[in-house]
């Protein structure tokens, strides 16, 4: 299968329930995060062994409960969301105190639910988009004004930020009991299915006025599209690849890596670079949880969080280039160039053009229900200038592998 990355491509369906049935899930998981390289089944059953016994040589006092949505050990090489390097290194870091069981592939929850399930104790930790989360958590929406992140580089900025304390994780906290640990970034454009395959690579979004696009759970997001033009369409994430494959809609927003991820490259011909609001997949704990664990081990929770944030900042950019296929031209063998997907960028007018037909800034009446109530359950703030002038604290130009680490409890 060419959407299975290089690392894996030696170990069997088979071998891999073989290996995890023997060792555990999660022991298998992180091994798999662990090793480096093409990897065969025996050297993934030995590192499996290894990190069985790592883990389990002591009693832990916290056994937590992880639920990754639709992310398994192989969709995590495509979209690095760091959830796996997380649950090893707290491992670790807290010597078995905390023991985290990892449960992916919407066993347990899936991309709308997550985070309800988070609230309700049915697992401590959870990793889906903000978006999506945002039914369970509407604070959330709080990122996705249209075009307040001008680029990845002021998203990785803005999660390193003290700032973000403020105007997202203590809002988080008290409105939802959450507790926003890491993100990876990338921002939203429109993926268009197979009956744009021979039709002029797209240049503005003026071009796809009256399409019919998939929308998330996000509210922000639909304004936005809706001033586009987009006729945002509401489609479970799990059905939008049948959505994109029958022609019910023409395409969907979403992020490039999510696309390949998901192995939605065979019917998307176009990724619509707009750029135009967030898609940031996210893991986050029940503040309850948190609580719990006492003054030490939430500072290792804390550490892993950032370490783990670091991790995705540089492993996520690698990957979009070397794995997905985001970039022009584009490397041969990554997932867009055997599926012939497009990348059509767009140029500063074009994303110009956009920002003014939806933004805030250029449309403000638009945006007034949502940025009152946001502004309401920040405590006052401003919440889309304020994160819009955290944004721009960087240079324009920065790329988003150099911006630099903060602890941003610490600030």
Known sequence: ???????????????????????????????????????????????????????????????????????????????????????????ERTDGEIQIEFIGSNQICGQLNCVTKTQQGIVDIYAASTQNSAGGAPYLNVLDYAYMFPSRAAQYHFLYSPKSMKILREPMRKRHGIEFLFSHAELRGIMLGLKWKDKPTVKSVKE????????????????????????????????????????????????????????????????VNLEFFCGTEHTAMSSKTFDKLGGELQDAVMESSFLTQVHVQAANEVSLVNTVGFSNPQLPNTLFANHNVRVAWMSAAARREAEEMCSPEFQPKHWERWRERLNGWSGGLDTYKYIYDVAREIPADTLAENVEPRRWWKG
């Not at 480096?36 to 993934?44: D, H, R, V, Y």
């Not at 590192?47 to 832990?60: D, G, V």
């Not at 001033?227 to 992020?255: C, F, H, R, S, Y």
Request: charged fraction near 20%.
């Open 208 to 271: 796809l006025a009256g399409t019919k696009n998939r929308v998330t759970g996000t509210q922000l997001g639909r304004i936005a599209m809706k001033l586009m033009n987009l006729n945002p369409t509401p489609i479970a994430w799990a059905e939008t690849l049948d959505g994109l494959k029958q022609g019910l809609v023409d395409g969907a927003e979403t992020w490039p890596s999510a696309v390949a991820y998901a192995n939605m490259s065979p019917v998307v011909s176009q990724c």
């Open 1 to 91: 299968m060419q959407s299975i990355p290089e690392k894996l491509k030696n170990v069997s369906r088979r071998d891999m329930l073989r290996i995890s049935g023997q060792f555990g899930l999660s022991s298998t998981l992180i091994a798999v995060a662990g090793l480096t390289g093409a990897i065969t089944a025996p050297q993934l059953a030995e590192a499996a062994n290894s990190t069985y016994k790592k883990r389990f040589k002591k009693k832990a006092r916290f056994k937590l409960k992880f639920g990754a949505a639709g992310f398994n050990e192989r969709n995590l090489l495509i979209e690095r969301a760091g959830c796996l390097q997380f649950v090893n290194d707290l491992e």
